[in-house]
């Protein structure tokens, strides 16, 4: 039709103002929709306008509640395909229950997998996510999964360092870790992080040379903020000049606590309202994602060519 958007962008509840972002990084306003909450706790979702034979984005990160934000985003996938959306595209900025992506102990759930089932079954045909937990993640879909790079909005806070050295605050990180230091041209340690419990961490031993330098702490997600701190600790007790940290997602309890830590830069794929972090915007890389993923171009390559 003329003078239609090739797309339309809607939102769950889970993150209003990012949804608001990328709306405009995409030069387009919010699809309508109505999300209410019955007496009884369901969700009930109606779309307020037509979507019949149209490409559709949804945006909702599954995290802060993620249950209820995980069968809101089902719900609206379902009504859009009822609605006869031509396709439903997923931007799901933190993925949430990305962490229980293996069995850990006998009679564990895989509920990563059971995520991935759950969208492609109400009717998901691509995601577009960021910073899995673990890459393999991408192979429980059958669908296409573009999983993106927080690191281009991140590193920004790394710039201006005298001595930069990029710490991994556990061996699971140290991939992205070598990441960051590819591109600040420096060297990784890696602390041993061992967790024996959701709460508790032991770690002690420290690969690699922190010694009168600057340290970046970087890593996926930062939750009640133990990892950081205790790595913080580790770094320091090596002789560590100063310590930053650069992480994706903030799902930050109110326990979390920065000590020994200058700057935590975190991005806003998740909402947080805690006054100790400095949160960076996520938008233009999603809206540059979505750009090219529309026009057919390569999403990969966007990370050589864009200011973000
Ligand atoms: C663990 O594998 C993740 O990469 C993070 O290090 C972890 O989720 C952080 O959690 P917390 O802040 O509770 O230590």
Do not use: W
Not at 7 to 13: D, H, P, V
Not at 119 to 142: C, N, P, S, Y
């Amino acid at each position: 039709m003329k003078g239609q958007d090739p797309f339309l962008l809607f939102a769950g509840s889970s993150h209003e103002s990012l949804a608001l972002e990328l709306a405009k990084a995409l030069n387009t306003t919010l699809g309508k929709i109505r999300i209410e909450t019955f007496p009884d706790g369901e969700t009930g979702v109606e779309v307020l306008q037509s979507v019949r034979g149209r490409r559709v984005f949804v945006l909702q990160s599954v995290a802060r509640n993620p249950n209820h934000f995980l069968m809101e985003l089902l719900i609206i996938i379902d009504a859009l395909k009822r609605a006869s959306a031509k396709s439903i595209e997923l931007v799901i900025p933190y993925f949430g229950y990305a962490r229980q992506d293996r069995k850990g102990m006998e009679r564990n759930p895989i509920t990563a997998k059971l995520v991935a089932d759950l969208l492609q079954k109400a009717g998901a045909a691509r995601v577009l996510t960021m910073d899995l937990h673990t890459e393999q993640i991408e192979g429980f879909f059958d669908i296409p999964i573009d999983n993106l790079y927080a690191r281009p909005v991140l590193i920004k806070g790394a710039k201006n360092l005298q001595s930069p050295v990029v710490v991994s605050p556990d061996v699971g990180r140290n991939k992205m870790a070598r990441h960051f230091a590819e591109e600040l041209k420096c060297e990784i340690a890696i602390v041993d992080k061992r967790r024996v419990g959701p709460e508790k961490i032991e770690m002690d031993a420290l690969i690699g040379n922190v010694k009168g330098k600057d340290v970046l702490l970087v890593d996926d997600i930062i939750s009640t903020g133990k990892t950081l701190e205790i790595a913080a600790k580790v770094c320091i007790l090596n002789g560590a000049k100063s310590i930053r940290a650069l992480v994706s997602h903030a799902l930050l309890s109110e326990k979390a606590r920065f000590d020994g830590i200058e700057e935590v830069i975190v991005t806003n794929s998740v909402p947080t309202s805690n006054k100790q972090v400095k949160q960076v915007s996520i938008a233009p890389l999603l809206g540059e994602a979505i750009k090219r993923g529309l026009k057919g171009e390569s999403i990969s390559s966007m990370y050589r060519s864009m200011k973000i």
